[in-house]
T-cell receptor, first 113, second 114 residues
Framework: GNSVTQMEGPVTLSEEAFLTINCTYT??????LFWYVQYPGEGLQLLLK?????DKGSNKGFEATYRKETTSFHLEKGSVQVSDSAVYFC????????????FGQGTILTVHP | KAGVTQTPRYLIKTRGQQVTLSCSPI?????VSWYQQTPGQGLQFLFE???????NKGNFPGRFSGRQFSNSRSEMNVSTLELGDSALYLC?????????????FGPGTRLTVL
């Protein structure tokens, strides 16, 4: 079946540091890939997505590139802010299971001033 | 455009009771998916509805059920509540035509079972 593996957390960074959160997946065919962010007490917000190999999703300074050869979709940001502190989820839609996203376990990011 | 809304935001129930949660999708969206989020199991898919029909179901017992109305609003019901049902329940809406459209999430309903 489909699965998503995210790097172990939590991740703690200083403001303006570079961020990478690793995400690898297992799926048959050509899944669509997503990053969602969850702030305390809230639901999930779509951060970015990519639907085919070599696509780059980007939003609010975050980027991720769909790498089919390495089955990866790593999230990066060049300079994090305190306001980026949240939980980040990598997810995939496998193309054969209506309406079902498969999520990674989430990575807690804390950014200190 | 208004986002996905969920009511109530918080619920406290006791074991053995039943509960109904409601989800109103983004206008024009016809698919609603439901997820359970717990610290131990993470985000798990419950079921998905499109045009009042359940198209997909996750691996949950029959105590978990749902339905969708003609205006695309959806409800989920949990009967005979157990302590382990304490969780954040999230719904997400999408256009739904392909089954893999981008999902937009509501704020969730926090259910506590005592």
């Amino acid at each position: 079946g489909n699965s998503v593996t995210q790097m172990e957390g939590p991740v703690t960074l200083s403001e303006e540091a570079f961020l990478t959160i690793n995400c690898t997946y297992t799926a048959t065919g050509y899944p669509s890939l997503f990053w969602y962010v969850q702030y305390p007490g809230e639901g999930l917000q779509l951060l970015l997505k990519a639907t085919k190999a070599d696509d780059k999703g980007s939003n609010k300074g975050f980027e991720a590139t769909y790498r089919k050869e390495t089955t990866s979709f790593h999230l990066e940001k060049g300079s994090v802010q305190v306001s980026d502190s949240a939980v980040y989820f990598c997810a995939l839609y496998g193309g054969t299971s209506y309406g079902k996203l498969t999520f990674g376990q989430g990575t807690i990011l804390t950014v200190h001033p | 455009k208004a986002g996905v809304t969920q009511t109530p935001r918080y619920l406290i129930k006791t074991r053995g009771q039943q509960v109904t949660l409601s989800c109103s999708p983004i206008s024009g969206h016809r698919s609603v998916s439901w997820y359970q989020q717990t610290p131990g199991q993470g985000l798990q898919f419950l079921f998905e509805y499109f045009s009042e029909t359940q198209r997909n179901k996750g691996n949950f017992p029959g105590r978990f059920s749902g339905r969708q109305f003609s205006n695309s609003r959806s409800e989920m019901n949990v009967s005979t509540l157990e302590l382990g049902d304490s969780a954040l329940y999230l719904c997400a809406s999408s256009l739904g035509s392909t089954g893999g459209d981008t999902q937009y999430f509501g704020p969730g309903t926090r259910l506590t079972v005592l």
